[in-house]
């Protein structure tokens, strides 16, 4: 074997790719505030990554893709986006203590393919090393009474569906939600194939 190469893994690679710097000061590159000109409920995400073995993972990163509060994507195709600033999109780090946040509006229902309502929900892209691919997850909202008829959640075990749920609670008057990833092991959170 020659050694790991960028096509293996995202290795030794991950970080330098994103921080040429090394020291994971993620505002460098990216911004997790994604509330622009916004309208809607601002709120706060806040959790940890960890590993199988409950370890913080401290060098990942999660991209986030939502719909804005009236459930709408930022896509050319949708002429009806009311806020023209607002693009859906972020990227946050994680700490030493594997810890990340990000700013945004709680989204709105948003229609499936065939129709049927989504519960409000925010998608996310986690990136770490020693992963070769990213992996997919959604978090949903604790306190949304459309979680029951998601048609997404449906397909989640019963027993699984608790990975994907942030819980709401109040922080110097702020709606905070927190939602941890848990790459593998027990409580692993339930990705998606995409």
Do not use: C
Not at 23 to 31: L, V
Not at 125 to 139: C, E, K, L, N
Not at 182 to 191: C, H, I, W, Y
């Amino acid at each position: 074997m020659a050694g790991i190469t960028p096509s293996q893994t995202v290795g030794p690679f991950f970080a330098f790719g994103l921080d040429p710097k090394g020291d994971y000061n993620w505002a460098q590159t990216f911004s997790n505030d994604l509330t622009a000109d916004a309208a809607g409920e601002r709120i706060r995400v806040e959790g940890r990554v960890l590993d199988g073995d409950g370890k913080p993972v401290n060098d990942s990163m999660i991209e986030i893709w939502q719909a804005d509060a009236a459930g709408r994507y930022a896509h050319p195709a949708d002429t009806r986006r009311p806020n023209a600033k607002f693009t859906g999109f972020g990227r946050t780090g994680t700490d030493a203590q594997g810890a990340f946040s990000f700013t945004t509006i709680k989204p709105g229902s948003v229609p499936s393919p065939d129709g049927k309502m989504q519960a409000p929900h925010i998608l996310l892209a986690v990136f770490a090393r020693g992963m070769p691919r990213q992996s997919y997850t959604r978090i949903y909202f604790a306190d949304e009474a459309g979680n029951a008829g998601d048609p997404v959640l449906a397909l989640v075990p019963a027993d699984r569906r608790s990975t994907l749920i942030a819980k709401r609670k109040a922080k110097n008057g702020q709606p905070v939600y927190i939602f941890d990833i848990r790459l593998q092991g027990q409580g692993e959170t339930v990705f998606f194939e995409i």
